[in-house]
């Protein structure tokens, strides 16, 4: 997909490529694969910070994903539509929106959907001062995308990356073992970790 590809390289243009591939599809009745286009369009525009004209385009795609069938893309359009709240500095609303997609992730058994939820509680840690649990989630969610694919890095929205700002608060030797402590830990306890049932030094069970 030419657009995706120019996402990172040039959000401009790349707008405007998802803008042109949403007018055919508008012109063919709007079919289904126009809710891939209204995500894509959606990246540049959070990246520029014109957070209202991503948040529609990210509802119609959820629209048209959620009447096409399509719970795991609609997913990803409600999990970006919580990353547009954390953009506005709504975090509470964005943590919440976040953690209910984590758990119609988990509930649907839609493991590749898990990645843009915890990306998003990692980013959202290390907002609210905790950047320990940050790296874990991050590491855990780094892992998950190794092996099923993922979604993209929170930097095409230009937010900068969990690591580069987590390493230089922690230090390296902290980061390097909270990080392998999230790729190795098991999914169903990240899963916890992330939505606050456990803490790093207190597990549930």
Known sequence: NLGWATVTTDPARAHELYAESIDAYRKLGAPPPIGHALIGIAMPEMRFRDIGAAKRHLEEAATVFHAAGDESSALIADGLSGVCLRLEGDLAAAR??????????????????????????????????????????????????????????????????????????????????????????????????????????????
Request: proline share 5%; aromatic share 4%; hydrophobic share 45%.
């Open 96 to 205: 919440q929106r976040y953690v209910d997609v984590l758990a119609r992730a988990e509930a649907m058994n839609v493991h590749i959907a898990l990645g843009l939820p915890l990306q998003a509680l990692s980013d959202l840690a290390l907002l609210q001062g905790n950047p320990e649990l940050a790296v874990v989630l991050d590491g855990a969610q780094a892992q998950l995308a190794e092996r099923l694919g993922g979604t993209p890095g929170f930097e095409v929205m230009g937010i900068p990356t969990v690591a580069e700002r987590a390493r230089t608060e922690i230090g390296g030797e902290r980061y390097e073992a909270a990080y392998a402590n999230g790729r190795s830990m098991p999914l169903g306890d990240v899963i916890r970790l992330a939505r606050g049932d456990d803490t790093l030094d207190r597990p549930s069970r």
